[in-house]
């Protein structure tokens, strides 16, 4: 017998498809309302009834680690429900990164500095904040993460970059500094940063920085933030800025897309002309040329973050 209030067999069926359904040439969205599939050209649509505000987006196995403003969550290919990652310590989840498929290999940042896991009974996770050696408070508010191995971290904060070693027990500060870096990106040539002024730095190891490019269009005018970045590895580099994307391919830079606050670019590495970006506010918009975008009607108003169908495992 069915209980009293419950969703009818085919709601059911469909939640539970909805949770569980992605396959290889979908894009990934994280959107104010939850995980969002579906790929340029198509359909886009929900990934069941979770509607958690959802930040970054990290491929794990046959799943998704997710950082949202209320925790982490696991979201599992082939199951029904997520799971939760996060314990009463592990709120305001920026982004997260991870060496390994084991869970315990993860590290997190925060709002409130960078934590990592233990494994307590029953496999769950309790966390730590290793960000205590930073004394101000701007300082803890890590905006950005990138894993250099298991034991050298690159964590972007609201007052510069950050080089923490020894599995979080040591700081040092880079030449990035007294700027919020939002963007960290890793390609076969080394690694870049876009900060609030909107400058574009790059470091071959990842340790030793040197100023690429300014994308504030002239000295009078206002500096756009760097919000995100992406490269198609063939010369071609996209920032996501507070007004739109700028794209360098060696001659130079140029405006493409709408004028909106660009939180997410990603390019699919199988199809390098074809680039997705997510506006916060301002939706979902891609391109198959560079120049003519279109919106995604259907996705949601609010996209922070997208995966490109060759980063999901």
């Known amino acids: 017998m069915k209980a009293q209030g419950s969703a009818p067999d085919n709601e059911s069926d469909e939640c539970h498809r909805l949770v569980t359904e992605w396959d290889g040439d979908d894009w990934l969205a994280a959107t104010q309302s939850g995980l969002w599939l579906g790929r340029p050209g198509g359909t886009w649509r929900g990934s069941g009834p979770y509607e958690h505000a959802l930040n970054s987006l ?31 310590v592990l709120t305001l989840v920026e982004a997260a990164s991870m060496t390994s498929d084991e869970l315990q290999s993860l590290v997190v940042a925060t709002g409130y500095g960078v934590h990592l896991p233990a494994v307590a009974a029953h496999d769950v996770l309790r ?24 034991e050298t971290w690159l ?16 700081w040092s500060a880079t030449s990035i500094a007294q700027v919020a870096v939002r963007a960290l990106l890793s390609t076969d040539e080394g690694v ?21 490019a300014c994308l504030a269009p002239t000295e009078s005018a206002p500096t756009e933030s760097v ?14 800025t507070t007004g739109g994307i700028v794209v ?8 493409t897309g709408p004028t909106l606050p660009m939180a997410a670019v990603a390019v699919d ?21 560079g120049d003519a975008w279109q919106q995604a009607a259907e996705a949601p108003k609010t996209i922070r973050h997208l995966l490109s169908p060759d980063q999901v495992q």
């Open 269 to 289: 590495g199988r199809t390098p002309s074809t680039w997705v970006a997510g506006a916060a506010p301002g939706g979902l918009w891609w391109t198959e040329d």
């Open 227 to 240: 919000l995100s970045l992406a490269t198609n590895h063939h010369g071609v580099l996209l920032a996501g």
């Open 58 to 88: 990290t491929s794990f196995a046959d799943g998704i680690v997710a950082g949202a403003d209320g925790g982490l969550w696991l979201i599992a290919r082939g199951e029904p429900r997520w799971r939760q990652l996060h314990d009463e």
């Open 127 to 150: 966390w730590s904040n290793c960000s205590e050696a930073l004394s101000a408070p701007s300082a803890r508010f890590s905006t950005a993460l990138h894993l250099l191995d298991s």
């Open 248 to 255: 360098s391919d060696g001659n130079g830079w140029r405006s």
């Open 155 to 170: 964590v972007g904060t609201e007052t510069g970059l950050f080089v923490c070693t020894e599995h979080g027990r040591r």
């Open 192 to 212: 870049w940063a876009g900060t609030d002024d909107g400058d574009i730095w790059f470091a071959a190891d990842g340790l030793a920085w040197q100023h690429h």
